[in-house]
């Protein structure tokens, strides 16, 4: 087996020039560095360098996995339509679900997840209490039929993802099993490098009640969370409930005010010369069952999509037409007076407030000091909105920060959404049959990939942690040809990859600002500079790639001081 590996031999061919469709710095850097290659919308071929940093995301993955005595294995990819159908999940899963046929006409699902395949697997096979819990997991292909496939692997057609699934005979057992997990990658997002949270999520089309979800966070992460310094409590915006600070307009009598040219709660607040923490907003929607419907929420805030479908089903702000036929004014609704046949919705933040800033259903005109009770009753309080920067923590009352994060993985606790439906059912120690309890739990390998990049990038290229590098050392001779410099980096490689460190050597016939522009581009955590005028004084120069500083190291010290430092940083 070769010691080191010569760049002159590595499949990576690097870009000069940023790829004019890639939006995101690690799509744009991985193309750059040779490391994906479009095949076609969605779908990248991993080259060596990708899949050496990926082969070591999935063994750190393995290692935490073995810790908590979870088994791995394979399913196939492709899923019997009818276990889809078992669950309930074959047409409520959406277009996102990829289907064939094969030539006898079956119809098969290419898995985006494999729920319904390791129910089935087991359904037959754990019968009795006695063989409970058991965890199994895969990594494993999994394709989504994406509308706009973007970002590189952030959301392709096919990603590599680790997807498990716990088995227990209760609810304290899976309790267990979900903390080992959850535990589990809060280890592996650590010993990767990645700077994630731990947010509370909302389940989506996976289902169960108890779910967080592993963030990691980035500026170009598609998800927004708001989070406490204090306490550590975060959450998605789709699943956060928070403390608001609002502001009542003022105990007095009602009083109907002319308010000409209002189009937003912005222009409220000016005229008024209150903050828009003082106002109320009033959004009116047609639900799921065609109800007509208000909703009042915080003038500061935002509804929020997610929690208006839990309550509303599938819905839609009216239009123009659907408000003249309800008889309501845009930008001027309010809970007095409202016309008959309208359901009213009020966020549970509005309920300790006494007295509304709001419109008086009537053109140009609003109310201030509308008094709950006095003039307006409100029947349904709900949680509606989306927490934000400033909102205070629900844990322990702090303010809280808003990032953008980028999803990696997520635990989740089914209970018997799948065993029920899919009768997978087991003995209890009373000889009673009950259906299994199950947890579900997956790491996006390949966007995990990605998410380090967007979190180690700087103008010149990937910066790698150890832990996930391709190589750990990059020997960057000047001169190959030079007798003197290139027995020098060979024997430094060598000696390095004898302690067992990984070493990439750039042998290639390049000047040298060509090397040090790719040495920076591809990001090995640390280069080796062999010049001749160092070498003649006994040294040569290490950078690490992360900070930039440089040193002068004696040749004869170098493999043992590097190596140690490298080792000490490993996962």
Not at 61 to 73: G, K, P, S, T, V
Not at 141 to 156: V, Y
Not at 356 to 368: C, I, K, Q, R, S
Request: net charge negative; hydrophobic share 40%; proline share 4%.
């Amino acid at each position: 087996m070769k010691s080191f590996h010569k760049m002159s031999k590595l499949y990576a061919p690097t870009l000069k020039e940023d790829p004019a469709d890639a939006e995101l710095a690690s799509h744009r850097l991985m193309l750059r560095a040779g490391m994906i290659r479009k095949g076609a919308a969605g779908l990248y071929s991993y080259l060596p360098l990708a899949w050496r940093s990926l082969l070591k995301i999935e063994n750190i993955i393995r290692e935490e996995m073995d810790e908590i005595d979870a088994q791995e294995m394979l399913v196939p990819i492709l899923t019997d339509e009818d276990l889809w159908k078992q669950s309930g999940r074959w047409n409520a899963y959406g277009p996102e679900l990829m289907r064939m046929h094969d030539r006898h006409e079956h119809v098969y699902a290419l898995g985006p997840t494999h729920e319904e395949s390791f129910t089935d697997l087991v359904r037959n096979e754990l019968r009795s209490y006695k063989q409970l819990p058991v965890t199994l997991y895969q990594i494993q292909d999994k394709f989504r039929d994406e509308r706009r496939p973007r970002f590189g692997l952030m959301r392709g057609r096919e990603f590599i993802m680790k997807d498990g699934y716990s088995f227990s005979a209760d609810q304290e057992s899976l309790q267990e099993c979900y903390d080992q997990e959850k535990e589990a990658y809060a280890k592996i997002c650590d010993r990767i490098g990645l700077r994630a949270l731990q947010v509370v999520a909302d389940s989506g089309q996976i289902g169960g009640d108890t779910s967080v979800e592993f963030m990691a966070l980035a500026e170009s992460g598609e998800a927004e969370l708001v989070y406490c310094d204090d306490c550590g409590w975060a959450a998605d915006v789709e699943a956060a409930t928070a403390g608001v600070s609002l502001q009542s307009s003022g105990a007095g009598e009602l009083e109907h005010i002319y308010t000409p040219q209002i189009f937003t709660i912005e222009d409220l607040a000016d005229q008024l010369n209150v903050p828009t923490s003082a106002t109320v907003k009033a959004l009116a929607l047609v639900s799921e069952e065609s109800n007509k419907v208000v909703c009042f929420i915080p003038g500061d805030h935002e509804l929020n999509d997610c929690k208006a479908e839990k309550f509303f089903g599938e819905y839609h702000l009216m239009t123009e037409e659907e408000l003249a036929e309800a008889g309501l004014v845009r930008g001027f609704m309010g809970p007095v007076n409202l016309p008959e046949g309208i359901e009213v919705y009020a966020d549970t933040t509005l309920k300790d407030i006494e007295f509304w800033t709001v419109g008086a259903n009537e053109v140009d005109y609003h109310f201030l000091h509308a008094q709950q009770k006095r003039d307006f009753t409100i029947s349904n309080w709900v949680d509606l909105i989306s927490a934000k920067a400033g909102d205070s923590c629900p844990h322990c009352g702090a303010p809280l920060k808003s990032a953008r994060g980028i999803e990696v993985g997520q635990v989740f606790q089914l209970g018997t959404k799948y065993s029920e439906a899919m009768g997978a059912t087991f003995m209890d120690i009373n000889g009673r049959e009950k259906p299994l309890v199950m947890g579900c739990y997956g790491i996006g390998v390949s966007r995990t990939l990605a998410a380090v990049i967007e979190q180690y990038h700087d103008a010149n290229g990937i910066f790698w942690p150890v832990s996930v590098a391709p190589y750990e050392v990059e020997i960057v001779p000047l001169d190959v040809n030079d007798e003197i410099v290139w027995p020098v980096a060979t024997q430094i490689a060598a000696e390095l990859s004898e302690l067992g460190i990984e070493v990439l050597v750039d042998d290639r016939k390049e000047r040298p600002g060509v090397k040090f522009a790719d040495a920076d581009l591809i990001g090995m955590p640390y280069q080796v500079i062999c010049g001749k005028k160092a070498i003649a004084s006994g040294t040569v120069e290490i950078k690490n790639r992360a900070t930039g500083e440089r040193s002068e190291v004696a040749i004869s010290e170098l493999a043992q001081m590097l190596a140690k430092k490298i080792k000490e940083q490993r996962a």
